[in-house]
């Protein structure tokens, strides 16, 4: 019996062959000088989108946060339980990171969830349904559009998010403060899962372009 599955004890020891022996003096150096990673990426759970393996980041290179659908919820001092909050809070006030990238992608089991609207929950709590909730005005205006196709639909709000996720980083008065003072930029991007297409979106429009350098 093994406390721990086995694929996650053989990818450990991968690690501490591979990369851990090859960046034992990056890990020291981290342990002693602390963290401070230039970047918070906002990104989504789902276990083929992962910000470290898309953007080839090494230890102490990003601050990420992952939820559902990658959603930042207006701020809210309330008193309530606040996870994505509270990151982004430590990331902009402790550790002052520069740039902020909230990271959608395609087939979004989030955004698909919203967009659902006949699934039951999925347990008596519809955490889902709840946090999904957020997105609701932009669901609402895209699900019911029947010029669009599911698939249309889908991407779509995937992206929609991604900027509604923004503004709703700029209620933040920390983030919008600093963002005022060119001390701290806001992106967002998309990634395409089946062809590992990363889009970028243009800041002055909104729109999601292909950069050109990749
Ligand atoms: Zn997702």
Redesign the pocket.
């Known amino acids: 019996m093994t406390h721990l599955p086995e694929k996650l004890l053989d990818g450990y020891r991968n690690f501490m062959s591979g990369q851990f022996q090859a960046q034992t003096d990056r890990y020291k150096q981290l342990a002693r000088e602390g963290q401070s990673p230039e970047t918070l990426v906002i990104a989504?759970c789902?276990s083929r989108?992962a910000p470290e393996t898309i953007f080839d980041s090494g230890p102490g290179e990003l601050f990420v946060v992952r939820n559902v659908?990658n959603l930042v919820p207006p701020y809210a001092p309330d008193g309530e339980f606040h996870a994505t909050s509270a990151a982004l809070e430590f990331a902009v006030q402790a550790l002052k990171v520069k740039n902020i990238v909230v990271m959608g992608?395609g087939r979004?089991?989030?955004?698909k969830a919203a967009l659902d609207t006949e699934a039951a929950p999925l347990s008596p709590g519809d955490f889902i349904g709840r946090w999904m909730s957020l997105l609701s005005p932009a669901t609402e205006a895209v699900v019911n559009n029947t010029m669009m196709t599911p698939v249309e639909r889908q991407t779509s709000l995937e992206r929609i998010s991604i900027r509604y996720s923004l503004a709703n980083l700029r209620t933040f008065p920390c983030v919008k403060i600093l963002e005022d003072k060119g001390r701290l930029t806001l992106y967002g991007a998309w990634f395409d899962i089946s062809t590992g297409e990363l889009w970028v979106m243009n800041k002055e429009t909104g729109d999601f372009e292909r950069p050109e350098a990749l």
């Open positions: 989504c789902d989108a659908a992608h979004c089991g989030g955004i």
